[in-house]
Structure formats: structure tokens, C-alpha cells
């Protein structure tokens, strides 16, 4: 009799059981990396961001424009390195998985928040890039935050009179903010003042896609920070995604593009180049040339930082 009354309670259990679908399996993201020390700035801001059912974008927008707002590091935002003519020539670039979407500035004098002034270009415009005073003017109508920027061609008079470039204003770092988040797409941005000392006018790898960022929703994401013109050359976020396309995991495209490039360039390993990815599975890697590269990881809700060493020459 026992053992009627356990078949009987146990065959709606087993029938329900069979009936309910297969569990999801549990999603990868959100997981969110950013380069350097600051980049923990920009994870932070990005995950609470998230937490309070932002989209990735306004995550992304959220992230970055923190540490423009604080120029961390002197190398983000107005307050970044200035170029050989002592002013500040800001770039930045957003990238969207869905809809394989891009918005960049190059070259924008006085605007705060970079980062704002490119999405509103993949989001308002026909276009993916402006530069200096079109973007200028852009960011101004789009009600952008702004600094006084008025005696800006008196500096640019001084320094060709000067014909000398700054010692204090040598170095490089950028921002660069990927997020993978909890439906499974990819997103990233990035923002700098780009190489200090640089000539005006120059524009690095940051706001350009496919060199110092790249976005794709089938794959992943990558970015780089470092001497631009050693990863522009190369198209170095772009060969990553594509790494990863082909099986590698991140870390392992992230090293291989690193190799690739030294074994190309006649400057070999010293290229001053460091490059992030992670992949659709929720998994991130990072390489760099030489020097040790420190990047935030942003996950279950905390961030923490990571420091690689330099990818062994081979
Ligand atoms: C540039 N890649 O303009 C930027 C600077 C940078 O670490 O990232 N430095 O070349």
C-alpha cells in the first residue's frame, strides 16, 4: 500500500519534470574589462550602471565618461596630456554589437565628455566619424559640456613660435571599456587624449574601429591601448576578433596579435602596445609587448585588477 501511494505522489512529479523545459544555462555576462588601474573606475560605473537596468551603451557612456570626467592619469579627458602645442586633442570611439553600429571623434578641442559626442554620432547621424572643429561644432549643438577653449589659437601661435616639444608632456593612455552583457551581446568604448607631445592635428589607433577598438556581435570584442601608431598600422583590435572568430580564446589573440605585430615590425617587441579581449563565452585575455599591463575585470558585481606580464618574444 506504501508503495502505491509513493508511485502515485511520484508520477505527477516525474511527469511535470520531463514536461518543463531544459533549464537555461546560465548567461556569461554581464562581464565588463577596462585597461589600466583607472579602468576599475570605469568597471565600477559601468556595473552600477547595470545594476540600475541601464542598457550596455549607457553602460559603456556611464563607465568612460567617469574617468574623462576625473582625467585619470593625466592621459583622459581636458585634463589629459596636451599636444606638442599645449592643448588638449581629445579621441573617442563606441562600438555596438547588434547592428555591428560605430560613432567616433577625432581631434575634438574642449568638449568634457568625448565619449557622449561619439555615440551621438553612431546614434544621430548617417556617419561613424567627425574630426576637430566639425565635431567640435556637432558636440556643441548636441548641448555637450564644454570648456573655454577661446584662447586656443593663441596657444597654437606660441608653440610653432616655440618649434620645441614640451618635455613634460611625453606618455600615452586611453580608456578602453568592453562589456559583454547578461542577453549575451558585445559593446565597447574607448577615450584618450592620445600620445602627449603628439603634433596637433595627429589622431591615434583609439578612435579609429578596427585598430584601437572593435566590436563583433558574433564573436567579441577587443580594444588596445599604447603608441597608436603601432597598432593602427595593424588593424589590431580588428585581427583579434577575427583570432578569436577562427577558435583561438582571447588570451591566446591577444598574444598572437602581439607576436604577429613584433615579428613584422622593425622595432620587434619594443612597441609600447597592450591589447584586452573577451568573447562571447565570457571569457577575457589581455597581452603586452613589453612592460607589465594592469586591467580592471568587472564581475558579480565587483571589480578587481589583474596585471599581466609582457608576452614572452619568441
Ligand atoms: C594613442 N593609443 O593615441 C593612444 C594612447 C594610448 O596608452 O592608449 N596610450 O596612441
Redesign the pocket.
Known amino acids: 500500500m506504501r508503495t502505491f501511494v509513493r508511485c502515485v505522489l511520484l508520477v505527477p512529479a516525474l511527469f511535470a519534470a520531463c514536461a518543463a523545459p531544459p533549464p537555461a544555462p546560465a548567461a556569461p555576462g554581464p562581464l565588463l574589462i577596462a585597461?589600466?588601474p583607472f579602468g576599475r573606475i570605469a568597471t565600477d560605473a559601468a556595473m552600477a550602471a547595470l545594476q540600475q537596468g541601464a542598457g550596455r551603451l549607457d553602460a559603456i557612456e556611464a563607465g568612460i565618461s567617469e574617468v574623462e570626467r576625473l582625467s585619470c592619469d593625466g592621459?583622459v579627458g581636458l585634463g589629459g596630456r596636451p599636444n606638442a602645442a599645449g592643448y588638449a586633442q581629445l579621441?573617442a570611439c563606441i562600438m555596438d554589437g547588434p547592428g555591428h553600429r560605430a560613432g567616433c571623434v577625432a581631434g575634438l578641442e574642449g568638449i568634457v565628455h568625448p565619449i557622449r559626442a561619439a555615440r551621438h554620432v553612431m546614434e544621430g547621424t548617417r556617419h561613424v566619424m567627425l574630426v576637430g572643429e566639425g565635431a567640435r561644432w556637432f558636440a556643441l549643438e548636441h548641448q555637450l559640456e564644454s570648456a573655454n577653449v577661446d584662447d586656443l589659437p593663441a596657444k597654437k601661435q606660441a608653440w610653432v613660435a616655440r618649434e620645441r616639444r614640451p618635455a613634460d608632456t611625453a606618455?600615452?593612455?586611453?580608456v578602453?571599456l568592453l562589456l559583454l552583457d547578461r542577453d549575451g551581446h558585445v559593446a565597447g568604448g574607448?577615450s584618450?587624449?592620445?600620445?602627449g607631445g603628439?603634433l596637433p592635428g595627429?589622431?591615434?589607433?583609439?578612435p579609429i574601429p578596427g585598430a584601437?577598438l572593435y566590436v563583433d556581435d558574433e564573436v567579441g570584442a577587443a580594444g588596445?591601448?599604447?603608441?597608436?601608431?603601432n597598432?593602427?598600422r595593424y588593424c589590431g583590435s580588428y585581427q583579434i576578433v577575427e583570432f578569436m572568430r577562427q577558435g583561438m580564446s582571447p588570451q591566446q589573440a591577444c598574444e598572437e596579435q602581439v607576436h604577429r605585430i613584433a615579428r613584422k615590425d622593425p622595432r620587434g617587441y619594443q612597441l609600447?602596445?597592450?591589447f584586452l579581449a573577451l568573447d562571447k563565452h565570457g571569457r577575457f585575455g589581455a597581452a603586452a609587448s613589453n612592460g607589465r599591463f594592469p586591467f580592471a575585470v568587472g564581475r558579480d558585481g565587483r571589480s578587481e585588477l589583474i596585471t599581466i606580464e609582457p608576452v614572452t618574444p619568441r
Do not use: F, Q
Not at 171 to 174: A, K, L, P, W
Not at 202 to 206: I, T
Open positions: 585597461t589600466w592621459s579621441d606618455g600615452h593612455d586611453t578602453t574607448c584618450t587624449s592620445g600620445a603628439k595627429r589622431v591615434g589607433d583609439s584601437g588596445a591601448t599604447g603608441l597608436g601608431e597598432v593602427m609600447d602596445i597592450c
